[in-house]
């Protein structure tokens, strides 16, 4: 409580020459709410060439997103096929590569982003099967692959639990995930989105109608601004 009142004694302490508003100063704490008529707010002009989100939409033929080649020989492709308003991922007894898990995977090939740039992805996707989680993984390679990871990507990402309950949810996986497995120097080149069945299931399904990267900046363009002073 005491820091609190320390802050609010800085600001309301706190203005230039060029304010027109009466300036608060005291040499004891003063509450806020007393004041609140006398403050006005000093901010910036949100600029207009904010980077906007990236969308796919697969409502419409996606032909740069494709299925991924599995390392392992025995494991299958995942099957696509597009419905009304989605690409829908099959998986069958043959994608069985995670344990007891079915496993599939579709990538895309990016414009060597900088991953620094982007907060997250929001997959909106649906499916009423009993299917596990949904997850991300980052630049394609066939050569430089951790031994755990059976998908050729250099390094996982996030991941959350399905909702299969046949309802279009979106999922939001976030770029700065503290428990990345390796980060790397230079540009983010590809982006996958995988998922997996429950244990020991024969066949499932997932629809994606959507898949969108929000850059950074995006996030504060809702945020309220001025050009006020702060008295």
Known sequence: MFLAFIIMLIAFSCSGPESDQPVLTAELPLHLEEHIDDARIEGSEVPGDLPAPVEWRFDEPQPDWKPVKPLDKKWKTVKTVRVDDALRLNLTAEHRADGPRLLGEIFITLPDW???????????????????????????????????????????????????????????????????????????????????????????????????????????????????RTT
């Open 114 to 228: 900088n991953i620094e740039d982007w907060a997250h992805i929001e997959i909106t996707a649906r499916t009423s099967d009993p299917v596990r989680q949904i997850g991300i993984d980052f630049n394609y390679t066939e050569e430089d692959n951790p031994e755990d990871i059976i998908t050729p990507f250099y390094t996982e990402g996030d991941s959350a639990p399905l909702i299969a309950d046949g309802t279009i949810q979106t999922y939001r996986l976030s770029l700065d995930w503290p428990w990345m497995m390796r980060r790397w120097d230079g540009p983010w080149t590809d982006l996958g989105i995988w998922f997996n069945s429950q244990d020991n299931e024969e066949a499932v399904a997932l629809d994606i109608l959507s898949v969108s990267v929000i850059p950074k900046e995006h996030i504060y363009t809702d945020a309220p601004t001025s050009s006020s």
